[in-house]
Each structure stands twice: as structure tokens, then as C-alpha cells.
């Protein structure tokens, strides 16, 4: 159970109600990651600071913090051992899933950032050497799904670390005892900073809770519409998905609007936005996968004795390596309509907010299943117990188009579309007359 690779087994977009239940705390811990040298010359991802203190946790909340603890400074710095001192270093804001034994998600939200922090005084001389900076990620690890929502709380964070440690902690605790706000509504944090007075801070969850994580306009600037339906089509059908880029920030953005891509399916496989070195032997699972790895692997990736896969590389815009067939998996003519879509949204770019963008990349998506699979509570079998029975066949027969029909038979045989009917078949809705 300490074995670091059993942890980030992520299914992003579980609808459980801990996800996005309202009333549930926004953290469970603040932690501060920072790299230390060894005597080796080697660095290596350390915890520093942690909120709330462990001897405030619950033995259990003990228990998987240890297991924990252990993987959030390998994601934190999935290239720790690389790192080489610089005097320049851009701010990024990524993030990463963890799931514990019993399946329950957490999200680490991280600002990887360049601190100066003073040596300790020189004990002969009696006076410290300059400042050395070194790279410090502040990780907010929360079982909530809100990445905009967490983001500006970093941006928090940081502006008070800036004037101390110790004024971070009155923040979070404030932040810690505030409910989770619904869909569409905010809550005002109040905050004191000395020489500032006390700050009202507002923060609000988007209004469609199920994009909340995502950001499709990265993938928009990154891909060519084109590109992005091949990555879909493999996607569907659980194929094995390698993403390729340097900023940790682009890795779990692209990828988390990947996986929102197939809504109100989840991916139910492998999920690792950001693969730490020591991880990196998961390219040769022969089971489905969606990872992101730093382009500096790539050769390492490459060399691996790998089953087929989609290579994508987001720096370039292109695919590196693919299985051959994926024009061919989705419908043309459905295909075409959504090209015609992604086309518009990307030629309008400028002139919708992020949340429009959002709702209208998610809207052609969301269609397309309609399209396809939109009939199926039509072949529910319902008994008299009120249990139901998916009808597969009859249900694959109703598909009128040949072609349709063709690309519906290879997506009712996937984890995602069998655990969608497993859910449809224990909620029936009483209606009137047929009760």
C-alpha cells in the first residue's frame, strides 16, 4: 500500500456526491513542497509546511495521509531529480490525481514557484552568503473538482507568502471553516494582512458544474480541431493516450479537457496527468491509459516495449504515433459536424469568455452521444421490482444508419458505456401511469 504507483489510479469526472456536493469543506490539507539537495547532488521533493497540523487529524485521516504524503511530493516535482539551479523561473499552476485504497478521488491543485529563502548565518563568519533561489510548490489537496475556484485561491496563497508564512495560516483556516459553495453561488472569505486591513475575498463555482475542471481553450491552441477528433475517437473507444509537453500546466490542462471531451461518459482507466519519473514503466501497461509525461522522456517513452498507442505531442501540435485507424472510428458525417463546430469555436476565440467556450465545445460533444447512444433508456427492461435489464441488442438494431450502427457495436463493449448503463439501470424515475 506504500508502493507510490498505486496511488494515482484517477477516474476524472466520477459523478460521486463528494465531488460536487455544496456544504463540503473546500481542503483537507495545505502542503508545501520544496526541493532539497542530497549529499549526492541529487534533489529531492520534501515536505516543509503542512495545514492543518498532523496532530489535528483523526487516526484513520492519519493512516491515509501517511500513504499519501508519501506520492504529493513526486507530483509535485515529477522531475525533481532533473532539476538544475536557475535564476528565472516561470509561475505554473497544474494539477494531479490521486485515489485512495477505497476509491475515493483527491485533487492536488499546485503553484510551482521560485522562492529566495536566506541560508542559515555562516557560524565562523558570523553573517549569511546571498540567497539561493530554489523551487517550492504550494499543493492544495482537495476531494472538490474546481480548478478555476482553486486557482484563485493559490493566487491567495502566494500574495501572503509574500509577506510570511504565518499569515497563510489564519487564510486557510477561515477558508477551511467555510462551506463549499453550490453551483452558480459564492461565498465571501474574509482575511486580515497586516498594513492592508481586512480583505473580502469572493469566490464562485461556474454555474455547469461538470466543466468546472476544465479549460478547453488549451487544448483549442494546441490542436487542430482535426487532431483533437482523433484523440476523441480514440479516447471512446478506451485506447492507450500518451500527451507530451514540457509545462506541467499544459500536461494536466489538455488532458482534463480530454477526458471532460466525453461527457456524461467518464473515463473509467489509468489516469495520470502528470507522470512522475519513477512512474514512467506505465507506458507499458497493455491496459487502457491516459497520461502526461514532460518531453523530456520522450526518447525513454519511445524505447519502452509499449502495445499500441496515441502519441500526441502538444508543444508541436502533432501526433507522434498513432494506430492507423483512428479517421476511421467515428461516423464521417457526424465527424464533419462537429469539425464544423470546433472550427467555429476556434475562428471565434476571441470573442467568447472561457465559460462560453467551454459550453459550446462541450454542447457538439454532448450531441454527438445523443446522437448515438441517446435511445438507449428507450431498451431499459423494466421488472416488476423495479430492477432493469439493458437491451443490447435491440438497442444496437434501432440504430438506423449503417454506419452508425457500426461505430455503436464497438462503444457498447466499453468500461464507460457498461458502468453508464450499470448507473441508468438502478435509477428509474417513477412516472405517472407506470408505477
Keep these: 500500500e506504500n508502493n507510490p504507483s498505486r496511488v494515482p489510479q484517477g477516474k476524472p469526472g466520477e459523478r460521486n456526491s463528494v465531488l460536487y456536493s455544496a456544504g463540503q469543506f473546500f481542503f483537507e490539507y495545505l502542503v508545501v513542497v520544496s526541493l532539497k539537495k542530497m549529499s549526492d547532488g541529487r534533489y529531492e521533493p520534501k515536505i516543509t509546511y503542512q495545514f492543518p497540523k498532523r496532530e489535528n487529524l483523526l487516526k484513520g485521516q492519519k493512516e491515509e495521509e501517511e500513504r499519501l504524503l508519501k506520492a504529493i511530493p513526486l507530483f509535485c516535482f515529477p522531475d525533481g531529480n532533473n532539476w538544475a539551479p536557475v535564476t528565472e523561473f516561470t509561475s505554473e499552476t497544474f494539477s494531479f490525481v490521486l485515489t485512495n485504497v477505497d476509491g475515493s478521488r483527491k485533487i492536488g491543485y499546485c503553484r510551482r514557484l521560485l522562492v529566495s529563502i536566506p541560508p542559515p548565518l555562516h557560524p565562523s563568519l558570523g553573517r549569511r552568503w546571498p540567497c539561493h533561489p530554489i523551487p517550492v510548490v504550494f499543493c492544495i489537496i482537495s476531494c472538490l473538482g474546481c480548478f478555476g475556484l482553486f486557482s484563485k485561491i493559490l493566487d491567495e496563497v502566494e500574495k501572503r507568502r509574500q509577506i510570511s508564512m504565518a499569515v497563510i495560516y489564519p487564510f486557510m483556516q477561515g477558508l477551511r471553516e467555510s462551506p463549499f459553495p453550490a453551483p452558480g453561488k459564492t461565498v465571501t472569505i474574509k482575511s486580515f494582512i497586516p498594513e492592508s486591513g481586512t480583505e473580502l475575498i469572493e469566490l464562485t463555482r461556474p454555474v455547469d458544474a461538470h466543466l468546472e475542471h476544465v479549460e478547453f481553450q488549451a487544448l483549442l491552441q494546441r490542436l487542430s480541431p482535426h487532431l483533437i477528433l482523433h484523440i476523441f475517437a480514440s479516447a471512446v473507444l478506451e485506447r492507450r493516450l500518451i500527451f507530451l509537453a514540457e509545462e506541467l500546466s499544459v500536461l494536466s490542462q489538455c488532458i482534463h479537457a480530454v477526458a471532460a471531451l466525453l461527457y456524461p461518459f467518464t473515463w473509467a482507466h489509468t489516469y495520470i496527468p502528470v507522470v512522475p519519473e519513477c512512474l514512467l514503466d506505465t507506458v507499458c501497461c497493455p491496459t487502457p491509459f ?17 502495445e499500441e498507442a496515441l502519441i500526441v505531442d502538444l508543444c508541436e501540435g502533432k501526433i507522434l504515433r498513432a494506430v492507423g485507424d483512428e479517421e476511421e472510428i467515428l461516423p464521417i458525417k457526424l465527424q464533419n459536424e462537429m469539425l464544423t463546430s470546433l472550427n467555429r469555436h476556434n475562428n471565434n476565440n476571441n470573442v467568447h469568455t472561457s465559460e462560453q467556450v467551454n459550453t459550446l465545445v462541450s454542447e457538439a460533444f454532448v450531441q454527438f452521444f445523443v446522437r448515438m447512444v441517446g435511445h438507449y433508456s428507450s431498451h431499459i427492461k423494466w ?13 444496437c438494431k434501432a440504430v438506423a444508419s449503417k454506419t452508425n450502427r457500426k461505430f455503436v457495436k464497438k462503444f457498447v463493449k466499453t468500461n464507460m458505456f457498461s458502468l453508464f448503463i450499470e448507473e441508468a439501470e438502478k435509477s428509474r424515475i417513477p412516472q405517472e401511469g407506470k408505477r
Design 290 to 306: 491516459m497520461v502526461g509525461i514532460q518531453m523530456r522522456h520522450l526518447e525513454r517513452v519511445l524505447d519502452q516495449p509499449m
Design 383 to 395: 421488472s416488476k421490482n423495479g430492477s432493469g435489464t439493458f437491451q443490447e441488442r435491440a438497442f
